[in-house]
């Protein structure tokens, strides 16, 4: 086995087998437990791309072991949720990338369970809460509403009915991030990748995973802003855009 736990056989590889992708806005006081974790959890790269934060989420990062990326300028606006992911899948050097929030709302001990999703054929592993657990306070009761009624819609448009088309806890196989024109700048970014992974025949599969409360910080999803563009993502994706 080698140090992340992988079988010997990816020790041949000078490329890590995952890497974990991790946007963080405003997170100092989780960002290093969550890099931690990852690296315990097998992530032989993590990749913290931060833009915008006014606190000390890039330090407590590179403390912990990432290497943090920015997704903008120093000084400048946040750029956003999806701009930074992209960021972060420019970088990763895997042949499975991770993302999961920074904010620790995402387990990182789950990673293994998705990562294995993708070692057994799949293109892209979804880490469903809907299908999964929700701890105490992880989500309201409009928030549940909202991520049903996007799937309900999403299976309406794409013939594919899933329980968590927003979770933004995934892995996904090298090969298939290579055939993803990716765009998104915002919240915008999953339904982005699933659609995507769709139109090119990409195996996609749902992984029960936890998802936990915030304890610190706020969300920054606007929900009538967001889950607007998150709407008109869907139908620009379906007709080809
Ligand atoms: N770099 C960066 N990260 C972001 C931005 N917006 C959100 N994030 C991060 O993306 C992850 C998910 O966002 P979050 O606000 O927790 O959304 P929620 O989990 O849906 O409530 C968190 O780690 C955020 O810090 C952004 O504009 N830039
Ligand atoms: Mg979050």
Redesign the pocket.
């Known amino acids: 086995m080698t140090e992340n736990g992988q079988p010997a056989v990816a020790s041949s590889r000078k490329r890590p087998h995952v890497c974990a992708v991790?946007?963080?806005?405003?997170?100092e006081a989780t960002i290093a437990d969550v890099v931690e974790r990852c690296r315990a959890a097998g992530a032989g790269q993590v990749l913290v791309?931060?833009?915008?934060s006014r606190d000390q989420t890039a330090v407590r990062a590179r403390e912990a072991g990432a290497v943090v990326l920015s997704?903008g300028l120093p000084g400048e606006r946040?750029?956003?949720?999806g701009v930074?992911i992209r960021v972060g899948f420019a970088r990763a050097d895997a042949d499975v990338i991770v993302t999961l929030?920074?904010?620790g709302?995402d387990p990182p001990e789950e990673l293994p369970t998705l990562v294995a999703a993708i070692d057994a054929g799949a293109e892209l592993a979804i880490g469903s809460r809907f299908a999964g657990t929700f701890g105490p306070g992880a989500i309201t009761r409009i928030d549940r509403l909202g991520n049903r009624a996007l799937s309900l819609v999403f299976a309406g448009l794409y013939g594919r009915r899933l329980a968590d088309t927003q979770a933004?806890f995934r892995a996904l196989a090298r090969s298939l991030l290579a055939r993803l024109d990716l765009r998104a700048r915002g919240?915008e970014i999953e339904v982005e990748i699933l659609a995507k992974a769709l139109r090119v025949g990409a195996q996609v599969v749902e992984v029960p995973v936890a998802r936990c409360a915030?304890m610190y910080g706020t969300?920054?999803?606007r929900r009538v802003r967001d889950g607007a563009r998150i709407l008109a993502a869907m139908g620009r994706l379906r007709v080809g855009f």
């Open positions: 991790i946007p963080a806005l405003n997170e791309v931060d833009d915008g997704a946040p750029r956003g949720k930074a929030d920074g904010d709302q933004g919240f915030r969300s920054r999803l």
